[in-house]
């Protein structure tokens, strides 16, 4: 039997993203967004090497997490062992080549430059992009919701230390610009959740009509 897509509620004890729509960015914000963004990635080689800055942050602090990229499956479990820094760091610097690891960074950039773009129309395109890679991440064997959360770190992280050398003739303070960004993470961050519960939640619906 095929699979049908129910309208069946949620269970309270599955965890869901937070209702986006208390979610409110004035004029200003967005365009602290804008002036700032372009200085991010003001050439070709910052627009890769941005995701690049969040993704090895996430590794030197989750290597485990590294098993479930492509460019991270044949990494032998020894060498993400984070007592071993030196080795770790030997085996980040080689997976920072892989042309599957400079791939995944510069669309990682490019979905950040999507939804920059996409400001003014976050209910469009953007939301349906976000839902679908949440999706998408739930079929990632070994993916929970809360790497999400770990990701969310790395890339506030990233964020707040690029943006010091960013603010000149900006008028706003660094807090100003860090909290308009956040906003729109935030607001990434739920959609991702969303995409990833309703997924799972579907499967689940499958499976139960699956069987006899």
């Not at 469009?124 to 079929?139: E, F, I, Y």
């Not at 993916?143 to 790395?154: K, R």
């Not at 991702?192 to 579907?202: F, N």
Request: overall charge negative; proline content about 3%.
């Amino acid at each position: 039997m095929g699979c049908i897509q129910t309208n069946h509620a949620v269970p309270a004890s599955t965890p869901r993203s937070p209702d986006t729509s208390h979610l409110w960015i004035t004029e200003h914000q967005r365009q602290l967004i804008r002036t700032t963004w372009p200085r991010l990635v003001s050439c070709d080689s910052d627009f890769e090497q941005i995701g690049t800055e969040v993704f090895l942050r996430i590794f030197s602090r989750h290597s485990e997490l590294l098993t479930l990229f492509p460019f991270g499956a044949n990494v032998d479990a020894n060498d993400l062992d984070g007592d071993d820094g030196e080795r770790l760091d030997t085996t980040l610097r080689a997976v920072r080549q892989h042309p599957a690891f400079r791939s995944h960074a510069a669309a990682f950039a490019g979905a950040i430059g999507m939804a920059v773009e996409s400001l003014d129309d976050w209910d469009g395109d953007l939301t349906a992009t976000l839902l679908q890679l949440g999706s998408m991440h739930s079929d990632t064997a070994g993916f929970t919701v809360e790497n999400f959360e770990t990701f969310a770190e790395s890339l506030f992280h990233v964020w707040e230390t690029r943006l010091e050398c960013c603010l000149d003739g900006i008028d706003a303070s660094a807090s100003e610009v860090n909290h308009a960004w956040e906003i729109l993470f935030i607001f990434m961050l739920m959609k991702l959740r969303d995409g990833y519960h309703s997924s799972r939640h579907l499967t689940v619906n499958c499976i139960n009509r699956e069987q006899p």
